[in-house]
């Protein structure tokens, strides 16, 4: 499920990096501890403190004066289904802020110089995440579900582990400390991973969910609301890389592959099998797809794009497309029989609904939030969070 697995990312970075200050600890030798103190220039000195004085504490920075964070919410969520709300304090916010410049590789200051009207774009993707890993709590609060004994005892054993993979318990606090996180928030990223985990069950995943539908009617959607199909692709530069059209123009590189794919589609509709034959240039076709998915594509409404979508919907069991243009060039669709193949996968395919199922409706739900922000959100620009 695509939500486990951002909040999954982001809780690996950040215990990655507490774990990579695991030997950042005091590394002096003996032999640095018995040098001649004398040798030590005070310029040295001088240098490393004026380092320091420039390496600003993990915190908040307003026209360079420290805020305080200690109880600082930055981002409050509500909706009208909610009993309460669910509060984002700054050092969860800060990290995830943190998280992102360094996946999308922004920790450059000189980036920054060049294109600091692209800070409120980052600053409305770090927003979005920031909510979007709030999903369990914010079911949790609708559907009054609370994390069990079960769950305390998984919270300790995960931290107990991290404390673990170090030497020392010393080492394990000056770690947090080195990279800017603290045992409450490590603590609170892990709650939130099991609240995550248990809202599912509870609500999706249990043994008596309370949203998911029977088996029955997850049958009668699947049949009903779904596709199956075989699937060529002709890409719109699939001779881009031909040397006869290496000087060809957009328009002549579309116009070959159109009429590739219809030379390809008059071969299938001549042959005795169209499915076979649809199938076997499935195989070869741009759409590469195609050979991960043996049993072809089943699919429902919103998970493909639109032209390829109505084109599969609008066919018969049994029956072929004609050419099917889309942004992604030209489709040869033929539509396979879905009954016998839920029976034969009936466990993979539940699977794959209800991860469907379940991601859509927490879209839904998040799109009813409404989100506030402390007085310093507006007042953000790069370096004012460290």
Request: glycine share 4%.
């Amino acid at each position: 499920m695509n939500r486990f697995l951002k909040l999954l990312a982001f809780i690996m970075a950040l215990t990655i990096a507490v774990s990579c200050f695991a030997s950042c600890g005091d590394t002096s030798t003996d032999e640095d501890d018995t040098s001649d103190s004398t040798t030590s220039d005070s310029t040295d000195s001088t240098d490393e403190e004026d380092s320091e004085s420039e390496t600003l504490a993990a915190g908040l920075y307003i026209d360079g004066e420290a805020i305080d964070t200690e109880n600082l919410v930055m981002l409050t969520i509500t909706s009208n289904e909610m009993s309460g709300s669910v509060e984002v304090p700054f050092d969860e916010y800060r990290y995830m802020y943190m998280y992102l410049l360094s996946y999308y590789g922004l920790t450059d200051d000189s980036y920054w110089e060049d294109n600091d009207e692209l800070f409120e774009t980052f600053m409305t993707i770090v927003d979005y995440y920031v909510e979007d890993n709030q999903w369990g709590a914010i079911l949790a609060d609708i559907y009054d579900i609370e994390l069990t004994d079960e769950d305390y005892e998984e919270i300790d054993e995960v931290m107990q582990e991290e404390m673990d993979s170090f030497e020392s318990e010393d080492e394990f606090y000056y770690a947090l400390e080195a990279s800017g996180i603290s045992y409450d928030l490590l603590e609170r990223i892990v709650t939130q991973s099991v609240l995550c985990e248990r809202v599912y069950l509870e609500l999706y995943g249990g043994d008596e969910p309370l949203l998911l539908e029977s088996d029955d009617e997850i049958k009668e959607s699947l049949q009903n609301d779904y596709v199956r199909v075989y699937h060529v692709l002709i890409t719109s530069d699939h001779f881009a890389d031909d040397e006869e059209y290496a000087d060809a123009t957009d328009e002549e590189l579309q116009a070959a592959a159109l009429a590739y794919a219809e030379e390809i589609l008059a071969e299938i509709q001549a042959s005795d099998d169209i499915e076979a034959a649809v199938y076997e240039y499935a195989q070869d076709a741009d759409d590469s797809g195609m050979v991960d998915n043996e049993a072809g594509y089943m699919f429902t409404t919103g998970q493909m794009v639109e032209d390829f979508e109505n084109a599969a919907f609008a066919l018969e069991v049994g029956e072929l497309s004609g050419i099917v243009e889309s942004v992604y060039g030209y489709h040869i669709i033929y539509r396979l029989e879905q009954d016998e193949y839920i029976e034969e996968n009936w466990d993979d395919l539940k699977t794959d609904y209800v991860s469907i199922v379940f991601n859509n409706y927490v879209d839904e739900v998040l799109a009813n939030c409404t989100m506030t922000y402390s007085e310093y959100h507006d007042m953000l620009s790069y370096g004012c969070i460290q």
